[in-house]
């Protein structure tokens, strides 16, 4: 093989794998659609997906691992969207929450059964960190962005600002598991307003 083949050669292999992965996601959200989440297998996705349980683990470690193709699919739109957005650092952020109550609301029976999987497994953190990955990167480009047009305050690193907003919305939507009485909606964008503007009362 020469060897500026090479780099076509692997982005193909990466351009097939990214294909397999969705392949596999899309196929088990329409069998949790069209039947219950806890009823559907992996052997289940394996057949509709066209892939041998070995592909599927090498994807994903179980169901709920699902969560963090649900979490790319939708950073990944939003940030196609937010590249020509000139709107506030707040503004992209509610916009980035609503993408994702939009995405979670339209799947929220199958959303509700990963999730309280996804927890109950007792994740670490570097697994849960994994898995948000795309989203706290998506929020460290708008926090990034706010930081240069003087919008939020300069010395605190967008990495850890990103990190302590995805960390919360993340407890946010553990603690509405088991209180479905909750308005996450309302409480997420708290959240924000207490990320941007804290809680101390301003003189």
Same mark, same amino acid.
């Given at each position: 093989?020469?060897?500026?083949?090479?780099?076509?050669?692997?982005?193909?292999?990466?351009?097939?794998?990214?294909?397999?992965?969705?392949?596999?996601?899309?196929?088990?959200? *329409?069998?949790?659609?069209?039947?219950?989440?806890?009823?559907?297998?992996?052997? @289940?996705?394996? #057949?509709?997906?066209?892939? +041998?349980?070995?592909?599927?683990?090498?994807?994903?470690?179980?169901?709920?691992?699902?969560?963090?193709?649900?979490?790319?699919?939708?950073?990944? #739109?939003?940030?196609?969207?937010?590249?020509?957005?000139?709107?506030?650092?707040?503004? *992209?952020?509610?916009?980035?929450?609503?993408?994702?109550?939009? +995405?979670? @609301? #339209?799947?929220?029976?199958?959303?509700?059964?990963?999730?309280?999987?996804? $927890?109950?497994?007792?994740?670490?953190?570097?697994?849960?960190?994994?898995?948000?990955?795309?989203?706290?990167?998506?929020?460290?480009?708008?926090?990034?962005?706010? *930081?240069?047009?003087?919008?939020?305050?300069?010395?605190?690193?967008?990495?850890?600002?990103?990190?302590?907003?995805?960390?919360?919305?993340?407890?946010?939507?553990?603690?509405?598991?088991?209180?479905?009485?909750? @308005?996450?909606?309302?409480?997420?964008? *708290? $959240?924000? @307003?207490?990320?941007?503007?804290?809680?101390?009362?301003?003189?």
């Amino acid at each position: 093989m020469a060897l500026d083949e090479a780099p076509v050669v692997s982005t193909r292999r990466a351009l097939k794998k990214e294909r397999t992965r969705r392949e596999i996601y899309r196929t088990a959200m *329409q069998l949790f659609g069209e039947r219950d989440y806890d009823s559907v297998t992996i052997e @289940d996705i394996c #057949s509709g997906a066209g892939v +041998a349980k070995a592909t599927f683990f090498l994807h994903f470690e179980n169901k709920a691992a699902l969560l963090q193709e649900f979490n790319d699919e939708v950073t990944q #739109s939003l940030a196609e969207q937010l590249a020509g957005h000139d709107g506030t650092a707040e503004e *992209q952020l509610l916009l980035l929450l609503d993408a994702f109550l939009e +995405a979670y @609301d #339209s799947n929220a029976p199958v959303m509700k059964k990963m999730l309280r999987e996804f $927890i109950d497994q007792r994740t670490p953190l570097t697994r849960a960190a994994a898995v948000n990955k795309s989203v706290i990167d998506l929020v460290t480009d708008i926090v990034r962005r706010g *930081q240069n047009k003087a919008e939020l305050r300069k010395e605190m690193p967008p990495e850890l600002a990103a990190i302590a907003i995805v960390s919360t919305w993340s407890a946010n939507a553990a603690f509405s598991t088991e209180h479905p009485e909750m @308005d996450t909606d309302l409480a997420s964008r *708290q $959240i924000i @307003d207490i990320m941007l503007n804290g809680l101390k009362k301003k003189a």
